[in-house]
């Protein structure tokens, strides 16, 4: 059973365009809404957070807005780069366990 | 401060064979989660340590079992190798007060011939 469903699968981006990333949950004891960052032979780096109880969180070029009636949330990065280029993962958890979507892998075109 | 180290990080075994990966979080860290990360099933949860005991638990037989020391590392053990448990074993430590922020290592990459 899938608890967190992202979409899209692969994404191609201009460079200086802006890349969306959409997740939705099921359950609603998720109380912490991460997302991951992983380049090839890395292990997934935390990029950005939220907690439900804020609609909106932006670190730099990146955001996540936050839809708690909906049950979903994205990310969006603004003035994509070439070095964005990864796979993205959403995530969701409850007491300390992360369930995660199925990735994003996004290609940045210069 | 120093990430999340895992060793070995390249590990080839046969079926039936049993494997152990180590894991040491980062410095003042104290519940260490392991998860494993596959192309068809993505990343799942294996189990969470939280001071020498198993908090959480994932959908894994009991083939895959693990430990934490008192000094906060972890070890984690897969008997009977399969096929399928080839895959990328990621650790992730995190504090006590902040244990959803998650902080993972490399991995360690196991095949299984």
């Known amino acids: 059973q899938q608890q967190v469903k992202q979409s899209p699968q692969s994404l191609i981006v201009q460079k200086g365009g802006i890349s969306i990333i959409n997740c939705a949950y099921e359950?609603?004891?998720?109380?912490?809404f991460p997302w991951y960052q992983q380049f090839p032979g890395k292990g997934p780096a935390l990029l950005i957070a939220?907690?439900?109880?804020?609609s909106e969180k932006k670190e730099g070029r990146f955001t996540i807005s936050f839809n708690k009636s909906a049950k979903q949330f994205s990310l969006h990065i603004m003035d994509s780069q070439p070095g964005d280029s990864a796979t993205y993962f959403c995530?969701?958890?409850?007491?300390?366990?992360?369930?995660f979507g199925q990735g994003t892998t996004l290609q940045v075109k210069p | 401060k120093a990430g999340v180290t895992q060793t070995p990080r390249y590990l080839i075994k046969t079926r039936g064979q049993q494997v152990t990966l180590s894991c040491s979080p980062i410095?003042?860290?104290?519940?260490v989660s392991w998860y494993q990360q596959t192309p068809g099933q993505g990343l799942q949860f294996l189990f969470e340590?939280?001071?020498?005991?198993?908090?959480n638990k994932g959908n894994f037989p009991g083939r895959f079992s693990g430990r934490q020391f008192s000094n906060s590392r972890s070890e984690m053990n897969v008997s009977t190798l399969e096929l399928g448990d080839s895959a990328l074993y990621l650790c992730?430590?995190?504090?006590?007060?902040?244990?959803?922020?998650?902080?993972f290592g490399p991995g360690t990459r196991l095949t299984v011939l």
């Open positions: 992730a430590s995190s504090t006590q007060s902040s244990y959803n922020e998650q902080f």
């Open positions: 359950n609603t004891a998720f109380d912490y």
């Open positions: 939220i907690r439900p109880d804020v």
């Open positions: 995530a969701a958890s409850k007491s300390g366990k992360l369930i």
């Open positions: 410095s003042g860290h104290r519940s």
């Open positions: 340590y939280f001071s020498e005991t198993q908090r």
